[in-house]
């Protein structure tokens, strides 16, 4: 039997919340010390995965395959693609960011970090797991550590979003649950890639299969459909299913953020692209135009909505929905055409996706690490009108928080512009109208991340921060890797992109509608 | 102030040296031919030469206006003032190119800024806050229902049985004298009946 | 051999009454623990070893020859596996019972002569045998709700008793109906089943004998004794009462009812008020509990009356589940029985045990400024944890009858699968208000610190690590209990219910 290397990968974030949970309580450093390490160890095994991943196939890897439920036709089958490593990569490298940036946690230590390992197992499972029964159960119980990390040590209104937080994705989960019930009694597979593999006409012979008089086959069909497409688009989100976001990102603490940004709005990106277009890929063509249309909607207004807010967490709220909202656009264009003189726009819009989702990782995690700096420094307060001039004061930070803000802001040679370049090139041809207004969100990120550094870092020295101070040299070292990764991705992202180009190709060939 | 912009204008002539077109060694170099020295470039003498014109004019009026008695302190007035005053007021507010920019684009965006803001948090967010209102509503109401409706309609039903129950066990009080009576009364009422039956 | 669970009990039973009052009370409870925990384990050891799920005869003796009645004990999966949650729930209800004081011993005999009588239940093969044992239920839950219950007691016992007896009483009509029906032979279940009653007869006979049951299963609308009954009751008699006796309900429907008279669902001719069957306008009755029952939960005020109501929306699942009369449906609702069984009992358990014990209070409001989750962790914890179950969390027995009920129910009601998933949402909604409210609310700040509450003990952690390991490791491995349902479902006793036509 071969090395069940993904059980361990989703088992090591569990053996790590036990053993926080072990530690004595007197102690304030253990905690951190041991979160940090264990969670630098868990990124070093995912790592080796990479390493060892074949790049010369695109098919499934480290293939687990057991009996589990064979009354429900329910299969323990975990493996993995170069989509898939993308995803357990970023998990890895945002889950020590998260961390770093919940150094000074004071109430609970052992309990938050343990919350946040049980958090990353359970995205771990989501993206190794290719069974339906199993991938559900992971993907609803991310949200009970998510809930009680801002529930417990989230700002003033964190019960209020932790609630519409969890209500919300549950009923998105439900949906999504009652869909894919309804698939599994036509067909009795819970499989993703056989599902996928039943070619383009299967899901109104699903639907006639199931028998109802009141709906046609293709309406019943585009249902189906409508219920998996809520769960994720409550996810990633979409507007206009976004508003639980900016109350939960602002209510909780930046350390959490950072990983909710980072991490778990990835898993509704990983949804549309595992489950949503191998499977629903005619059904997304018959509604393109609504869909685009939304996703164009996702980009612009955030992004305006971004520029309005004053409070600098709610700002960086909005620039996640913006930077996700490329995905999904480049998602939904590569359903827009059969035609094969287009493949190689499709092949750049994946890649553009794929390394989009890393980058934006990355960097927005780095930027609520910064944040969670700032407010630590400034008790609490983190309104642009509570700043003013800290160059003069902490020119290291300075400096590095304005790396990590270009990089959000695509400038070329940090990590953020390959991959908007190639979701722009790999979009336009395909869709040129909706990739063109889209453009409109690069132009006002610009805008308003350019306010930011120009109200916190520039002009008069505020009252209430003259005892502002530099970075340490600890943390100055921490960041080191962070910083150093944006301008590497962003100069060699080959180094990712080789790894996935297979993936690439065969995800396209598959995607047959 | 002058040190940065003669950088910048040495890398500018330098830039300048990268795309001639008389030689193209450049564009060359990327694509990986060799560069041929053009014998005639056709159209190119007159830029050449109107643009290496403009810019001697340019070197030249400065020199005249400015370079042979520099401007000793901020308060005195600038010649090109004295000389044509709108000119300078024109060069001097940058073409107006800011003020237009900030009546227009600026205020658009800021606008479409304070829309999506003011649209995410009263369209969207009242959508949400409307449905879960509706639904604890709906909560409500099925308590009512439960509590006065369903629950009180057994409640009722069942007092009126015992009421009737009640009435039917004062007829059993359980005293023999009146059983007693009732059986004596039932003997003479079946008296009368038989006695009239046989009567017939 | 598993008779005994029946007779163990009833003679533990037997032994507390003749032990004197003044008896010391931990050897009581040590006695009614050994009971329990012997009953539980001859039920696991039956389970281990029979795993065909085929009918096996336990004991069949001659009773009363003249009707033709015998005392004839059977199992097959179903029993089997409803057998092994009662040993479960007595278990954990006895350790959760470890702090009465008053009549100790008086209160661990009715407890058990409860059990036995559901054990019998379980496994009574012969109806009137049955009828029996559903009748003997009823006698000790009157007495453990109106004396050692709480709020409104004497009325929540006396309603539950009236309840209990209309439905037995429809029930022995049913019954009495078919034995005559059939030639006044016997009363054995597979001979009932056997004897091809007209359709007419069946289409009588059916909602008389299935309303009679459902009463005790919770059917909306004659669920309100559920939740006053199970308020009014101390934590173990809530726990065997939402847990087990309703389920007695249930299993009565399915096991009586629709294995008698199949006929009974299949459409009139004509429709009545857009229903075309019996089984529709129970389906539909069973969804209105389950969106009924978890609305009424999201409003209200005592934490008790929270998870009663939601006893009646679970109990709704199992209703529709057999009424989708297909194998997928009708294995979920069974596996919803066992999930119920459990999950009820843990979340009575923390609510009545570990929380109203120490608080003395059930308010959710009056509980929220207490700071519960720092004072009783334990609790905290098993409450969420009991909560997720509850509320269908994958990983728990809940989601894997949930996620069966539903498609049994894509299947056969399309359209109150729909319905179902807007239950599921609501019962969210309301187990985390609670949860929220209870546990973890915004501490009072002016309000002096509260006096530090009783830490959790021993006996409680056990049981209540009893349930969640059980549910667990049914949500996890739900094959374990399959194995030996489907194979029960697909028997020959249940041949009537198929020619319907397994879907």
């Not at chain 3, 089943?193 to 008389?208: I, N």
Request: aromatic share 14%.
């Amino acid at each position: 039997m071969s090395f069940p290397a993904l059980t361990i990968l989703s088992l090591l974030p569990v053996g790590a919340a036990v053993l926080m949970l072990l530690l004595p309580r007197a102690n304030a450093t253990l905690p951190r010390v041991t979160a940090g390490t264990l969670s630098l160890l868990i990124l070093a095994y995912t790592l080796l995965l990479w390493l060892r991943f074949d790049s010369t196939c695109g098919t499934f890897q480290f293939e687990e395959r057991h009996a589990w439920i064979t009354a429900l036709h329910v299969e323990y089958r975990l493996a993995i693609d170069g989509i898939s490593l993308v995803m357990l990569l970023l998990t890895a490298i945002v889950i020590p960011i998260g961390i770093a940036a919940s150094w000074r946690t004071e109430r609970r230590p052992s309990l938050y970090f343990a919350l946040i390992f049980l958090l990353q197992a359970t995205m771990f499972g989501t993206f190794t797991a290719l069974n339906f029964f199993h991938w559900f159960i992971f993907w609803e119980l991310s949200l009970i550590p998510a809930f009680f990390l801002i529930r417990l040590w989230g700002g003033k209104r964190a019960g209020r979003a932790a609630t519409q937080f969890l209500v919300y994705t549950m009923v998105g989960s439900v949906t999504m649950l009652l869909s894919f019930l309804a698939i599994y009694v036509a067909t009795g597979s819970f499989d993703f890639t056989e599902l996928a593999g039943r070619g383009a006409g299967f899901l109104p012979a699903v639907a006639a299969n199931l028998g109802w008089p009141y709906l046609t086959p293709g309406h019943l069909a585009l249902l189906i459909f409508a219920g998996t497409f809520l769960g994720f688009a409550v996810k990633v989100p979409l507007i206009p299913f976004h508003t639980w976001l900016p109350a939960t990102y602002t209510e909780a603490p930046s350390g959490v953020t950072a990983i909710l940004t980072g991490a778990m709005s990835k898993m509704g990106v990983y949804g549309f692209l595992r489950i949503l277009l191998p499977i629903f890929a005619p059904q997304i063509r018959q509604l393109i135009t609504p869909l685009l249309w939304l996703s164009v909607a996702t980009i612009v207004l955030s992004v305006f909505a971004a520029f309005a807010q004053k409070d600098i967490k709610r700002i960086f709220a909005y620039s996640s929905i913006n930077h996700l909202g490329y995905c999904l656009l480049a998602g939904f264009a590569l359903v827009r055409t059969s035609n094969p003189a287009l493949l190689p726009e499709q092949y750049a819009a994946l890649s553009g996706i794929l390394l989009q989702l890393l980058s934006h990782a990355l960097t927005a995690a780095t930027i609520f690490w910064f944040i969670s700096l700032l407010e630590f420094r400034a008790n609490g307060d983190r309104f642009l009108s509570d700043f003013g001039g800290l160059r003069r004061l902490a020119p290291v930070f300075a400096g590095l928080m304005g790396i990590a803000l270009f990089s959000s802001l695509g400038l070329p040679g940090l990590n953020g512009f390959p991959a908007e370049f190639l979701i722009f090139k790999g979009t336009f041809p395909l869709v040129p109208w909706a990739t063109s207004i889209s453009v409109l969100g690069l132009l006002i990120t610009a805008v308003f991340i350019l306010g930011v550094i120009q109200q916190v870092f520039t002009g008069p020295l505020h009252a209430n921060r003259a005892n502002f101070f530099d970075l340490t040299g600890a943390e100055r070292c921490a960041l080191a890797p962070a910083i150093t990764l944006m301008f590497i991705l962003g100069i060699y992202p080959q180094l990712v992109l080789s790894a996935l180009n297979r993936t690439v190709i065969a995800y396209m060939h598959q995607l047959r509608f | 102030m002058t040190a940065p912009l003669s950088i910048l204008a040495v890398c500018a002539i330098l830039l300048g040296l990268l795309g001639t077109p008389a030689w193209p060694w450049f564009q060359s170099f990327l694509n990986g031919e060799r560069s041929v020295i053009a014998e005639h470039v056709p159209g190119v003498a007159t830029i050449m030469v109107t643009s290496s014109a403009i810019a001697l004019f340019g070197i030249f009026l400065g020199w005249r206006l400015y370079g042979r008695k520099p401007i000793s302190a901020t308060e005195t007035p600038d010649i090109l003032s004295q000389l044509q005053p709108q000119t300078f007021r024109l060069l001097n507010h940058a073409y107006y190119v800011d003020l237009i920019y900030a009546a227009t684009f600026v205020r658009l965006t800021r606008w479409s800024a304070r829309l999506a803001d003011i649209f995410d948090r009263f369209l969207f967010n009242g959508i949400v806050q409307g449905i879960s209102f509706g639904v604890l509503t709906l909560a409500w109401i099925d308590s009512f229902v439960d509590n006065y409706i369903v629950n009180f309609g057994f409640d009722t039903g069942w007092r009126s049985l015992s009421i009737g129950g009640r009435v039917l066990a004062s007829l059993q009080g359980g005293r023999v004298q009146t059983y007693l009576r009732f059986i004596g009364l039932a003997l003479v009422a079946l008296t009368i009946f038989l006695l009239w039956g046989a009567a017939r | 051999m598993l008779a005994w669970t029946i007779y163990i009990s009833f003679l533990g039973a037997g032994a507390m009454l003749l032990l004197p009052n003044r008896a010391a009370k931990t050897g009581v409870r040590c006695l009614a623990l050994f009971t329990a925990t012997a009953g539980f384990g001859i039920a696991l050891s039956a389970f281990l070893r029979h795993r065909t799920g085929e009918f096996f005869t336990v004991t069949d003796i001659d009773w009363i020859p003249a009707l033709g009645i015998h005392y004839h004990l059977a199992a097959d999966g179903i029993s089997l596996s409803l057998v092994l949650l009662t040993g479960i729930v007595a278990v954990a209800g006895v350790l959760f019972s470890w702090d009465i004081d008053d009549r100790t011993n008086q209160f661990f005999a009715f407890y058990l002569l409860l059990i036995g009588a559901v054990y019998g239940v379980f496994l009574s093969y012969d109806l009137f045998l049955l009828f029996v044992f559903y009748e003997i239920v009823i006698i000790p839950k009157y007495f453990l709700i109106a004396n050692w219950g709480s709020t409104r007691r004497e009325y929540g016992a006396m309603k539950l008793a009236i309840y209990s007896f209309v439905g037995s009483a429809m029930v022995l009509v049913g019954l009495i109906a078919a034995f005559v029906a059939a030639g006044s032979q016997s009363m054995s279940l597979d001979y009932l089943a056997g004897s091809h009653f007209t359709a007419a007869f069946q289409l009588v006979a059916f909602p008389v004998v299935f309303i009679g049951f459902a009463i005790l299963a919770g059917l909306w609308p004659f669920h309100t004794w559920a939740p006053t009954g199970h308020v009014a009751a101390p934590t173990a008699a809530s726990m065997l009462l939402a847990g087990v006796v309703m389920k007695l309900g249930a299993y009565g429907c399915l096991r009586v009812a629709m294995t008698l008279f199949p006929l009974g669902l299949q459409p009139w001719s004509h429709h009545v008020l857009g229903f075309a069957s019996w089984r529709e306008v129970f389906a539909v009755l069973a969804v209105v509990g389950i969106i009924y029952g978890a609305l009424v939960a999201l409003v209200q005020r005592d934490f008790k009356f929270v998870i009663g109501y939601s006893s009646v929306s679970h109990m709704g699942f199992i209703l529709l589940g057999l009424m989708t009369i297909n194998l997928i449906g009708v294995s979920g609702a069974i596996i919803q029985m066992i999930s119920h069984g459990l999950i009820a009992g843990l979340l009575f358990a923390v609510v009545g045990r570990m929380v109203y014990a120490r608080t003395h209070t059930r308010e959710l409001n009056a509980l929220g400024p207490m700071n519960l989750s720092r004072l009783l962790p334990f609790a905290a914890v098993t409450f969420i944890l009991a909560g997720m179950a509850g509320m269908g969390l994958p990983g728990f027995s809940g989601f894997v009858a949930e996620l069966m009920i539903v498609l049994g129910a894509w299947g056969a009601f399309p359209a109150l699968a729909l319905c179902v998933g807007f239950g599921i949402l609501i019962g969210i909604v309301y187990v985390w208000r609670a949860m929220q409210k209870a546990f973890f609310a915004e501490p009072d700040r002016e309000a002096p610190p509260p006096h530090s509450l009783q830490p959790i003990s021993l006996p409680e952690k056990l049981a209540a690590f009893l349930l969640i390991a059980s549910s667990v490791a049914v949500g996890l491995y739900p094959q374990m209990v399959l194995n030996i349902i489907q194979p029960a479902l697909n028997s020959p006793l249940f041949a009537g219910l198929r020619h319907g036509g397994w879907q």
